[in-house]
């Protein structure tokens, strides 16, 4: 009965430990809502992945959301002279461009109201 218990105990412990080291990581990767960028694009490198706006050169990767007025874009539809909106996550040294917004995108509508 003892050997039950300990086998428990530790399985517990375990599954715990997992758990809020799997939610840390993901939080990790979440880029905080307060670090935005919005300006016009400076400059686009295709070859090394990166983009310039207000100031800071952004690296982009194949996990980097772009759109333009909604719709799906590439970096390769980027131009310099752009408005944009990017949400950014810093990992390590590397300031990232998680989201990459472009173009007009409609206003969201007022909820209806149930009466």
Do not use: H, Q, W
């Not at 800071?56 to 752009?82: A, F, H, M, Q």
């Not at 300031?95 to 209806?112: E, L, N, Q, R």
């Amino acid at each position: 009965m003892r050997s039950l218990t300990r086998s428990l105990l530790a399985l517990a412990l375990t599954v715990t430990f997992a758990v809020f080291t799997n939610n840390a990581s993901a939080a990790d990767k979440k880029a905080p809502k307060d670090n935005s960028l919005r300006g016009k694009i400076t400059a686009v490198d295709k070859d090394a992945k990166t983009l310039t706006i207000a100031g800071y050169t952004l690296s982009v990767d194949d996990t980097t959301e772009i759109t333009n007025s909604g719709r799906p874009g590439k970096l390769e539809d980027l131009k310099p002279g752009t408005e944009a909106t990017v949400t950014t996550f810093k990992r390590g040294e590397n300031v990232m461009a998680v989201k990459i917004k472009t173009g007009a995108v409609a206003p969201t509508p007022a909820p209806i109201k149930k009466k």
